[in-house]
Nanobody, 121 residues
Framework: QVQLVESGGGLVQPGGSLRLSCAAS????????MGWFRQAPGKQRELVAN???????TYADSVKGRFTISRDNAKNTVYLQMNSLKPEDTAVYYC???????????????WGQGTQVTVSS
């Protein structure tokens, strides 16, 4: 069974920083793309950033220059460094990954349970 365990959310003042972590555990052959999505109340879930195994990155326009995604393949972990946080960044942040449990299987998508990020004074 594959699990994604997130940590690092919380309450921060505008202009502050937080670092989210997401570690994949369980039995699998290889992890491919890892990323972060977020969902604010009353809004659809949206991509924040993702990173391929070769460390190619994609960012939402709203976070470019403020957020940085990175990964540690040896630890099966993805990070999201969030700087210059704004109230509009308030949302539940979800970790997402595509992986193969066995080398000959199709890629499967997994989600973390979500971690709350609140930006408020």
């Amino acid at each position: 069974q594959v699990q994604l365990v997130e940590s690092g959310g919380g309450l921060v003042q505008p202009g502050g920083s937080l670092r989210l972590s997401c570690a994949a555990s369980g039995s699998f052959f290889r992890i491919y793309t890892m990323g972060w999505f977020r969902q604010a109340p009353g809004k659809q879930r949206e991509l924040v950033a993702n990173i391929t195994r070769d460390e190619n990155t994609t960012y939402a326009d709203s976070v470019k220059g403020r957020f940085t995604i990175s990964r540690d393949n040896a630890k099966n972990t993805v990070y999201l460094q969030m700087n210059s946080l704004k109230p509009e960044d308030t949302a539940v942040y979800y970790c997402n990954t595509n992986l193969k449990r066995l080398w000959y299987e199709m890629k499967l998508e997994y989600w973390g349970q979500g971690t709350q990020v609140t930006v408020s004074s």
